[in-house]
């Protein structure tokens, strides 16, 4: 049966019914064990939730707990140098997360008095903050109504109010109308335990792939299961993957904020590929290699963004950044001698986005 979809402000009462039954199922199964949940310092709550930006949450739990043993405050975090906060940071990943902290807290002591701004857009102007997250400073540390739409929570209330596409690519749009929904509920409930309420509930039962309709305890008010598009709902979310050709050659572009580096004698990371079968995983041992032996920088090198054909040839483009190390042998690129590269280095970089 076809999704119905109804005006996605939400009445008063649609609301109010929602969150006092999603606030029952908190009560009983929020996932109060977490050190961060009832946390109020905003300090400590960016802190979270930087460091659960693509990382699991008990993952993060043992970095959280050494990370504000080692920098309590966010003046401790500022007088510390680099080093001290990357090797804190060491085994959690995405070091660049560590990076933008740092400056963060360098920022917040030097221009702020020391405090975060209790504004979405005094922390907005905060360099490493974006929407979600200043969503989540404000509603948990201030129990402010202000909305944190993540993935999960934009799934949770697309399914429950309906109107609101789920796939990523046409998200965006409708960020404002999920945002508008979220708002809505916290008229009905603490601001900071229906963001938590929301979180825990699209992470145990209103999951991506097998949410669990048949007993959820808010099934007959959610709109996607009462009109039988929960499964219309996934199935739309993965367009088919289309075959793509063996590479026979990977380009590395090492990148910090919006500045790509260029190898001193010019051009981007490149190793060929031909004896390896064109794996992805050999070809980013072969770039951090290349970049740790030939150059004495260890880099980060993400999967194959994307697979094209340069010179006839199969060519996977992997966005890298730098882990530690002196960059003296990268340089950030101007606009003007990224041009001057080789047409296929410019077509890589373009492929990204970077040109
Ligand atoms: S009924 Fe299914 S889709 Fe609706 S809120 Fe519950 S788990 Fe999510």
Known sequence: MPVQHPKSRPTPE????KTAALMRWFEEHGRRHLPWRNERDPYRVLVSEIMLQQTQVERVIPFYNNWLR??????????????????AWKGLGYYRRARSLHQ??????????????????????????????????????????EPAVDTNVRRVISRLFGGMPVIPAKAGTQKQDVAACVSAMMR??????????????????CT?????????????????????????????????????????????????????????????????LEKSGGRDDVARQALKRLALEKHGVEIAVRPAATVIELDGKAVSLHRCSLLYGKVGDFQPASAARLKQLEPSEQSALAALGYL
């Not at 219309?232 to 993965?238: E, T, Y």
């Open 208 to 272: 991506a792939r097998t949410p669990a309709c048949g007993t959820c305890p808010l099934n007959q008010l959610c709109h996607a299961y009462k009109s039988g598009g929960v499964g219309v709902i996934n199935a739309v979310k993965k367009p088919k993957a289309k075959r793509v050709p063996r590479p026979m050659l990977a380009l590395g572009v090492l990148r910090e904020g919006k500045a790509v580096y260029l190898r001193r004698t010019g051009g981007l990371l490149s190793v060929k």
């Open 14 to 17: 649609a609301a109010k019914a």
């Open 104 to 145: 963060i807290a360098q920022t917040v002591v030097r221009e702020l008095g020391g405090k975060l701004p209790q504004t979405r857009d005094g922390l907005l102007a905060l360099k490493g903050i974006g929407d979600y997250t200043a969503g989540a400073v404000l509603a948990f540390a201030h129990n402010l109504p």
């Open 188 to 205: 009905h409930a603490q601001p900071r335990e229906l963001q938590s309420a929301l979180m825990d509930f699209g992470s145990a039962v």
């Open 70 to 87: 080692l920098f309590p405050s966010i003046k401790a975090l500022a007088r510390a140098d680099e080093h001290q906060v990357l090797s």
